[in-house]
């Protein structure tokens, strides 16, 4: 495949002769060489970049089971809405007065997020998952504070995301690990052994990273709660759980969302997120600032909240990202559970048809998703995680996410979500057990894999330490 600048052929339209349209502009403004724009016509340009699309991935290529991502069909009508004019062109410094459409939006959006996490307030401002945290956190820190409390621990399971030490970390806390049980939960002898009067916190995921629900929870949020501590609910996953249970029943006190996993905004590559953070009332003036007010007649910016912890990103969040969350929870209504529903139900699914070929180390019903073991593979043949994972994408799927959590060997993690039918399903199986046979009979094929895509095996190692990103026309 060759460049755009290596397919100019001089079949696009130059609109302007520099030399003789721009004679208004004093000479010594214009460039004596021409600038070396590629020159090709609209078609042409269109097919390159067509070509190049194709080359990617994408959920609407094929099926991408990305463990913890939700990597989620997102409806395109949310994205014809967010692109309306009047949310599109709304400059963020427009009064409140001449913004109460997107305010009211914000509001509204506030609402029904307090409404399924259970929590009493909202801000819509951290503009991704760990940025929720982060803010958390810092909420989380500014109550002690405020108490006159010196408490510098933050307790975290063995299986959490790696963002949640990241978080507390960058927040100036300590970080104690908590191991898991032999069911893939928090063990609660060795929570009790680590709590004391210093810690200000549990962060916990439920369901965890394993997908599995952490059946003591409310055993859990007591103790805590008993130690005078705060519970911190990583919802960033919430299709697991929504319209089902909430954070607010089990027990928690400060909870994140990811609006681009669960509401159905596109993500990845770095795209705007969302990580709106709701607390319970204890909590409620210590948010950023500003969080979205009505007071009867008009919505309003309000920046008069006693303990805030002042702004976290510039304006009021990724309102593109907000439009797309509230359209997707209007259109779903009360059917929210349905999403849940069809996610846990097609996990488990696949969990069972699977697990007489792969390794399943904790066998347990599932959430939302689940967590095999290629070790089996490796032990076999050699074929590891990785070469599995690199084989699937002869199968047109997604990798799913591997070697995560870290208390798994080999770990493959699977998150079908709900939008998948059952025959795209049984497809992704169909593959995984073809592979895992592939490895007992010629493990060559898998260990050379992949064989169809654009670019083959690249050196993991030699692209993390020394990335080389120019083109490089070699396949
Ligand atoms: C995705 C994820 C996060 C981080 O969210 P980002 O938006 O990527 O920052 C945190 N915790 C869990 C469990 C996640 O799956």
Redesign the pocket.
Known sequence: MKTIFEKSNNSGMCLIDEKENLNFLDARFLRENACGLPQIGELEVLRHYKELSDRNFCIEKGFYPL????MKYNPKVNELLASLEGFANLHPLSSDEDSQGALKLMFLLQEALKKITGMEAVSLQP???????LTGMMVIKKYFEVKGETRKKVIIPDS?????PASAHMCGFEIVPVKSDEKGQVDIEALKEVLGTDVAAIMM?NPN?LGIFEENVLEISKLMHDNGSILYY?G??FNAIMGYTNPKLMGFDVV?L?L??TFATP?GGGGP?A?PVCVVEALKDYLPVPVIDFDGEKYFRNYNLEHSIGQVRSFYGNFGVLVRAYAYILMMGNNLRNATEDAVLNANYIKEKLKKYYDLPYDEPCMHEFVLSGERQKHNSGVSTLNIAKRLMDFDVHPPTVYFPLIVHEAIMVEPTESETKAKLDEFIDAMIKISKEAEVEPEKVLSAPHKTPVLRVDETLAARKPDLKFIDNY
């Open positions: 463990g913890s991502c939700t503009a991704a998952g760990a940025h929720g945290e959490a995301h790696g963002t949640n995921t990273t990583d960033a996953n994140h990811n681009h996993k993500h997120g990580g």
